[in-house]
Structures are given as structure tokens and as C-alpha cells.
């Protein structure tokens, strides 16, 4: 539990549960952390085509993607 306090605490992934999956979060909560992952894992395929990920303001993104430029040009090195 103490690994996964982002999610514990935001409740993000609940609220797009809620508005796009039939039921919402607690449906599938109900079916398991398996079916929860895929939904996500789906999610992410949807949305990452229309995300402008150089103009996102969230601060926790931004460090994200600056950490994963980073190893990038590392990598290319």
C-alpha cells in the first residue's frame, strides 16, 4: 500500500473510471486488479495520441518528461 499512495490519494484514475467506464470505478474494482490494468493500459493507448506533451502544465508530468528526455539523450550516448 505504501508503494501506491499517488493513486490512493488522487483518485484520478477513479474519476476517468467513473466517466468512461460502464459502472465506474467501482465496477471495476469489483472485477479485480487485473481487469483494472488493462482498462488503464487501454486508457493510456486512447489518450497519449492527443496529449500535446510539451505544453502539459502539470508539474509532476513535467518532471516525468524531462527525467525520460534525460535517458534518452543518455541512451544515445
Known sequence: M???WWNLRSGTWE????????GGANELKNRGWQVVGREKSVWAEKITPHMDVDNNASPSFRYFLENIR???VLGAQ
Do not use: K, M, N
Open 2 to 4: 505504501q508503494g501506491r
Open 70 to 72: 534525460g535517458l534518452a
Open 15 to 22: 474519476i476517468l473510471a467513473d466517466a468512461v467506464f460502464s
